[in-house]
T-cell receptor, first 118, second 115 residues
């Protein structure tokens, strides 16, 4: 089956640090990738949708200057949390789909990144 | 705005039981519905995808049905095993409005299958 690889799986860093999370689709070309945030015991909250070669579309309330998303190739998207603070601590999950977001292809998810800001 | 509700929130059953998880959604303008499994501290594993024109999909001991007009889906798990213990999430991909092209998730059902 399709595999989405996310790295790193866990990050612990000091307040003020910028953290980059990578998401790769290993066996398919992902035209569209998604970034989610999940709080404890809650469901996934979509942060942004990125299409290869274009700017990401952010959901309402998500700061685009805080959460920088780059989708430079059909197999790689990155999320950079800039100047992270303790309130940014969360579980971040990336996802990829073969084709456009209105296709009937299944959406595949990475294993998530646990970000802890001290 | 699409809203997805899953019932029950938690379910605990003995091994071997057949069980049903329920999902309902408010806007029938969807491309598809996907069921996922999430283990603690992990990402999501796709279990089944049902396109809006389909009524059901089967994979092994799992069977998912979709009634788009009434906004309902069920996930049936046959002969449950302790390894099935996880959180099960239902999500619909919107075909209109602000949910267009996006997955909207339910809150999940936490399943525990005890030996």
């Amino acid at each position: 089956g399709a595999v989405v690889s996310q790295h790193p799986s866990r990050v612990i860093c000091k307040s003020g640090t910028s953290v980059k999370i990578e998401c790769r689709s290993l066996d398919f070309q992902a035209t569209t990738m998604f970034w989610y945030r999940q709080f404890p015991k809650q469901s996934l909250m979509l942060m942004a949708t990125s299409n290869e070669g274009s700017k990401a579309t952010y959901e309402q309330g998500v700061e685009k200057d805080k959460f920088l998303i780059n989708h430079a190739s059909l197999t790689l998207s990155t999320l950079t949390v800039t100047s992270a603070h303790p309130e940014d601590s969360s579980f971040y999950i990336c996802s990829a789909i073969r084709g456009a977001s209105d296709s009937n292809q299944p959406q595949h998810f990475g294993d998530g990144t646990r970000l802890s800001i001290l | 705005k699409q809203e997805v509700t899953q019932i029950p929130a938690a379910l605990s059953v003995p091994e071997g039981e057949n069980l049903v998880l329920n999902c309902s959604f408010t806007d029938s303008a969807i491309y598809n519905l996907q069921w996922f499994r999430q283990d603690p501290g992990k990402g999501l594993t796709s279990l089944l995808l049902i396109q809006s024109s389909q009524r059901e999909q089967t994979s092994g001991r799992l069977n998912a049905s979709l009634d788009k007009s009434s906004g309902r889906s069920t996930l049936y798990i046959a002969a449950s095993q302790p390894g099935d213990s996880a959180t099960y999430l239902c999500a619909v991909r919107g075909a209109g409005g602000t949910s267009y092209g996006k997955l909207t998730f339910g809150q999940g059902t936490i399943l525990t299958v005890h030996p």
